[in-house]
């Protein structure tokens, strides 16, 4: 066992993947209790910046000389946000050891308002650093688990952004969103660089319980297949499998007026769509005046992700790299059935909020009683895995008045362009001419044609909108050539009002 001087742990315990089940499936037949939370007052006077200042200690991290991994661990404090105390394990040979908090662990300022909480406290959560071969892994990690169900990985850029987390219950529902929790983790770092680490996870909340089991695999990116075991105790309205959080402030073609210095700001411009029946979508995301869902129902899907496609520095003009963050793409593993992928966008005037979630919702009633059995995979890339090669990606949406210059621009009419870029466009046969395929859920579409934009390797879809109302229109295009699409299908949510 990777036993640090200092670190203390309790006896060596028999563990596996089918005790963790076993136990979150006897805790689903119980009542719910809530995880404990020590001093309260106290957890909640330590703000965002007085927990920056909480450090685990270096010479305190598991595996950071080995033997038995090649990725240390550190331990997150509580604080404002992490007031709930989870329990920490670490694995080797199939036997576990509780990770007992001290205080001593960690460093902070003598005056640390964080010294008052009792020495039972526990912690908020863990992170992966770097291999320990690597002269920099103190300063550099790759994987943070932290509040609620909620984790996120670096990207192959090397940033972090949007998260995941183990399951959403009731987003955006008539029921108030449920936040469960992942209780306890089992942390086995891997023997090698190129073989997994290996967590494992005890989810509970009010509606459900679970067993969790990562394998991650540190790549030029991070990859993770998730099993999740789940027993409801109770009814969900929205049951969410594979949830992605991530935020959308504005982008190109809705950017509020002298709102912010900033050409857009998102941790995520946009969902993509790999349909069971083969069909790539991009759907371009919102931030609208109040909580909008949009359902895409479908069968075995292949695929689905918050991607951020625009990598231009220039269009973000920041110190926090969001050109730089992760892509986070869902590929099932084994046959979903029947269900839908559901977005829900929430209205935001800052960037400090989370606003985008995405999530599988299973035909299968999650009724109390009830359990499912998902597995998927995560991956946490700058692109999505598996890009279509023969049907360019939608690389821009832009959005202005409609009509022709030097004519009159009647009230309600939007000009929308929507640009593509991919080999398909590139190599098309001598004298093609290439026509787009639009439709609208309501209004009338004109002046509707596809182009070649000058000076670049890019086509665009264009046509205007007249749609009077406050209603939203959905939107859905692409570009055709003999009745075969040369670009994945672009589909729109136009808020008139937001214009």
């Known amino acids: 066992m990777a036993q640090k001087a200092g670190l203390k742990l309790a006896p060596a315990e028999p563990f596996s993947f089918d005790a963790l089940t076993k136990m979150a499936l006897e805790r689903a037949g119980r009542p719910y209790a809530e995880p404990y939370r020590p001093a309260p007052k106290v957890t909640a006077a330590i703000d965002y910046e007085a927990h920056g200042k909480i450090?685990?200690?270096?010479?305190?991290?598991?595996?950071?000389?080995?033997?038995?991994?090649?990725?240390?661990?550190?331990?997150?404090?509580?604080?404002?946000?992490?007031q709930k105390s989870v329990k920490m394990h670490l694995v080797q040979d199939g036997q576990s050891r509780e990770v007992l908090y001290s205080p001593d662990y960690f460093s902070m300022p003598g005056d640390s308002i964080a010294r008052k909480l009792p020495s039972d406290s526990g912690f908020a959560g863990f992170r992966f650093h770097e291999a320990n071969s690597r002269t920099d892994w103190r300063t550099q990690d790759w994987l943070a688990f932290l509040g609620a169900s909620y984790f996120r990985a670096i990207g192959d850029l090397g940033q972090y952004g949007l998260s995941a987390r183990g399951i959403a219950i009731d987003v955006a529902a008539p029921e108030p969103e449920?936040?469960?929790?992942?209780?306890?983790?089992?942390?086995?770092?891997?023997?090698?660089?190129?073989?997994?680490?290996?967590?494992?996870?005890?989810?509970?909340?009010?509606?459900?319980?679970?067993?969790y089991r990562f394998e991650i695999r540190r790549t030029t990116g991070v990859v993770m297949d998730i099993e999740?075991?789940?027993?409801?105790?109770?009814?969900?309205?929205?049951?969410g499998i594979a949830p992605l959080t991530s935020m959308f402030w504005y982008g190109e073609y809705d950017r509020p007026q002298m709102i912010d210095w900033r050409p857009e700001i998102h941790d995520s411009d946009g969902l993509a769509l790999w349909t069971g029946g083969g069909e790539r979508i991009w759907r371009p995301l919102n931030n609208p005046k109040r909580v909008i869902t949009s359902s895409f129902v479908d069968e075995d899907p292949r695929g689905f992700g918050l991607l951020q496609r625009d990598r231009s520095f220039e269009h973000y003009l920041d110190g926090v790299n969001y050109d730089l963050r992760p892509s986070l793409w869902v590929e099932p593993l084994g046959s979903w059935g029947k269900g839908a992928v559901q977005l829900v966008e929430i209205p935001t005037d800052d960037e400090i909020h989370d606003n985008i979630v995405a999530f599988w919702v299973p035909q299968k009633p999650a009724a109390a009683g009830t359990s499912f059995d998902m597995r998927y995979r995560?991956?946490?890339?700058?692109?999505?895995?598996?890009?279509?090669?023969?049907?360019?990606?939608?690389?821009a949406t832009r959005i202005g008045r409609g009509g022709e210059p030097g004519k009159p621009r009647p009230q309600g009419l939007r000009k929308f362009v929507v640009e593509f870029a991919g080999e398909v466009l590139q190599n098309l046969p001598k004298g093609a001419e290439p026509k787009p395929v639009v439709s609208a859920s309501r209004g009338d579409l004109s002046y509707m044609f596809a182009e070649p934009i000058p000076r670049t390797d890019r086509w665009r879809m264009q046509f205007d909108l007249t749609a009077l109302g406050t209603d939203p229109v959905e939107l859905r295009g692409y570009i055709a050539l003999d009745g075969k699409p040369l670009t994945e299908t672009w589909m729109f949510q136009f808020h008139p009002t937001a214009t």
């Open 228 to 239: 999740a075991r789940l027993f409801l105790r109770e009814d969900v309205h929205r049951f």
């Open 178 to 211: 449920e936040f469960p929790d992942f209780v306890a983790f089992w942390i086995q770092s891997a023997p090698a660089p190129d073989s997994p680490c290996i967590v494992h996870a005890l989810l509970d909340g009010p509606s459900l319980s679970g067993a």
């Open 378 to 395: 995560l991956h946490w890339f700058a692109d999505e895995p598996y890009p279509a090669k023969t049907v360019a990606q939608c690389v």
């Open 55 to 82: 450090r685990f200690r270096n010479d305190m991290a598991p595996f950071a000389e080995g033997p038995g991994g090649v990725y240390p661990v550190a331990f997150f404090h509580l604080g404002m946000y992490f």
